[in-house]
């Protein structure tokens, strides 16, 4: 997954920190549409996502505020994502979110 | 790498997304390095890392303020460190700088 590109901040980040379950059990499934509906949410500035092969990954995205990720979290098809995520998918994750400030960066070729 | 034992917020985030280079050339030993270095430094309060097998990755770590960023931005192991990433590890990175103000989650067993 690239950078995202993101405009000058100030701007909101949601770190989603995680560690998975064994087996993919329709996770992987389910992210890729995560990331499509967040997408295309009002306020959604950009997402920046790995995880290693030990199963613990951090997904990082980008809100223009706080009104359009407390959206996101009530979304209706996201709060499915969700209870499925701590019931199944997640042994343990730690969401933290936060206001940008300041931002710099190399790009690439 | 596990989750970050954290205090409860406010703290503050540097989030750094990267998209390395091919090969270690180094890397690997000085990230090892960098990680064990930093959190040596005043105001150090956690870091959780991953890279997936594109060689996209994202670290990030967490601070009790800005100055405690600043001033591990210009520690002299770092500098070297981080001119290195420029020139030879990274085909192109992104810096982050802000303020987590709310964070829940799940604990592992």
Same mark, same amino acid.
């Given at each position: 997954?690239?950078? =995202?590109?993101?405009?000058?901040?100030?701007?909101?980040?949601?770190?989603?920190?995680?560690?998975?379950? &064994?087996?993919?059990?329709?996770?992987? =499934?389910?992210?890729? &549409?995560?990331?499509?509906?967040?997408?295309?949410?009002?306020?959604?500035?950009?997402?920046?996502?790995?995880?290693?092969?030990?199963?613990?990954?951090?997904?990082?995205?980008?809100?223009?505020?706080?009104?359009?990720?407390? =959206?996101? %979290? &009530?979304?209706?098809?996201?709060?499915?994502?969700?209870?499925?995520?701590?019931?199944?998918?997640?042994?343990?994750?730690?969401?933290?979110?936060?206001?940008?400030?300041?931002?710099?960066? %190399?790009?690439?070729?």
């Amino acid at each position: 997954m690239p950078l =995202a590109q993101l405009p000058a901040p100030p701007y909101y980040v949601v770190t989603f920190a995680s560690q998975r379950t &064994a087996g993919d059990d329709g996770y992987g =499934a389910m992210a890729d &549409a995560m990331v499509a509906l967040a997408a295309g949410q009002p306020g959604f500035l950009g997402v920046e996502s790995a995880r290693g092969a030990d199963g613990f990954g951090i997904t990082n995205s980008f809100w223009t505020d706080e009104a359009a990720i407390r =959206a996101w %979290k &009530a979304n209706v098809d996201h709060l499915v994502a969700q209870r499925r995520g701590r019931a199944d998918w997640y042994q343990a994750y730690a969401v933290r979110v936060g206001r940008i400030e300041r931002a710099y960066g %190399k790009t690439g070729d």
